[in-house]
């Protein structure tokens, strides 16, 4: 059965605004909130996560809860983290859930994890750096060139060559290589539809990330809230993203953008399933709900940044401090 909250777990301002909370379903793939906001976090951030999720969502696991008969409202908007596990599909059937209320819908989250069918899906945009699919096709990149295998995410399985003899010692198998660019800035932009939700700069945790690291090691990033005013790039973005959804049509998604050392901007991947802390929970929640709902009150949505977004960026300034100073579009996270 759902989980359902005492009214002494209730703060007095959450019970005010009951009425507004609760009101989207949230399909995740796995058995429990480690899936969603990674397995560390609980150390850094303690129980806010998962506080968050409990209070604004309708949370359900597609592992943990297939076999569980739960309290769903299929009339309530739903965002479908659920990938392509039976199990969510057998969710969505079970409780008859319409493609009408989904903020991603499974066919069109496969389309867009795959690596190699996006960049065929895109070959010759503008924004796609130069691809090709086998060794000996390479010799037609401008090097240094990197590899990619289509199932992997966090940077797990690439690695970047200098040259076409590096390529062919590789004991690694890849599914795609691009040209490398030079890096300067790399962003990820949560995107709900063709709306820009939020926007994170990823620094790097090493001088540079790729090279330094272990092909079979995950990347290290600090995710850093950017202030989209003080952002250049969001009108190409939109266009990028209008262009993208054409072909595929995602709900909650983002895009991972780079910055050359020309300020051209490039696009690495797109991702249906990001992560997400409290602070990027509360967005979202604001965002879905005003799309599918209407307005939320702005004493409701001071709420949600006092009790969620607020207490994460403390905490990030204070074990990320150094890395947030590097970002220069990046919100005070030092005077809240």
Not at 102 to 114: A, E, L
Not at 137 to 162: A, C, M, N, Q, R
Not at 201 to 220: A, L, Q, V, W
Request: proline share 3%.
């Amino acid at each position: 059965m759902k989980k359902v909250k005492l009214f002494e777990q209730w703060s007095l301002n959450e019970a005010k605004f009951e009425e507004y909370t609760q009101k989207i379903n949230f399909l995740l793939a796995g058995e429990k909130i480690e899936g969603l906001t990674g397995k560390n976090n609980k150390r850094i951030y303690g129980d806010i996560n998962d506080n968050c999720l409990d209070n604004l969502f309708n949370a359900f696991y597609a592992e943990g809860d297939h076999e569980n008969d739960l309290d769903v409202n299929p009339k309530l908007p739903i965002i479908y983290y659920g990938g392509n596990k039976q199990e969510s599909f057998d969710f969505l059937k079970k409780y008859d859930v319409k493609e009408d209320v989904m903020y991603n819908i499974p066919s069109q989250m496969k389309m867009s994890g795959n690596k190699s069918e996006f960049y065929k899906m895109f070959d010759g945009s503008w924004w796609l750096p130069k691809s090709v699919y086998t060794v000996k096709d390479t010799k037609d990149l401008e090097f240094p060139v990197i590899g990619k295998p289509d199932g992997e995410h966090s940077g797990i399985g690439i690695e970047i060559f200098d040259k076409y003899e590096d390529i062919e010692k590789s004991k690694l198998e890849f599914d795609n290589f691009s040209e490398a660019k030079d890096l300067v800035q790399e962003f990820r932009v949560l995107m709900m539809n063709d709306k820009i939700c939020l926007v994170n700069e990823r620094i790097s945790k090493t001088d540079n990330e790729m090279r330094d690291k272990d092909p079979g090691e995950s990347t290290e990033f600090v995710y850093v809230d950017q202030d989209l005013s003080k952002l250049k790039f969001l009108d190409d973005v939109s266009k990028i993203s209008a262009e993208i959804r054409k072909e595929i049509k995602l709900g909650l998604w983002s895009i991972d953008i780079m910055i050359d050392s020309k300020g051209k901007l490039w696009v690495a991947e797109i991702n249906s399933a990001s992560g997400m802390a409290a602070d990027k929970m509360a967005k979202v929640y604001i965002m879905v709900y005003e799309d599918f709902y209407g307005e939320l009150p702005k004493e409701f949505k001071t709420f949600l940044y006092t009790e969620y977004i607020k207490p994460i960026y403390k905490i990030n300034a204070k074990i990320n401090g150094d890395s947030i100073k590097l970002s220069k579009g990046a919100v005070d996270y030092f005077n809240l």
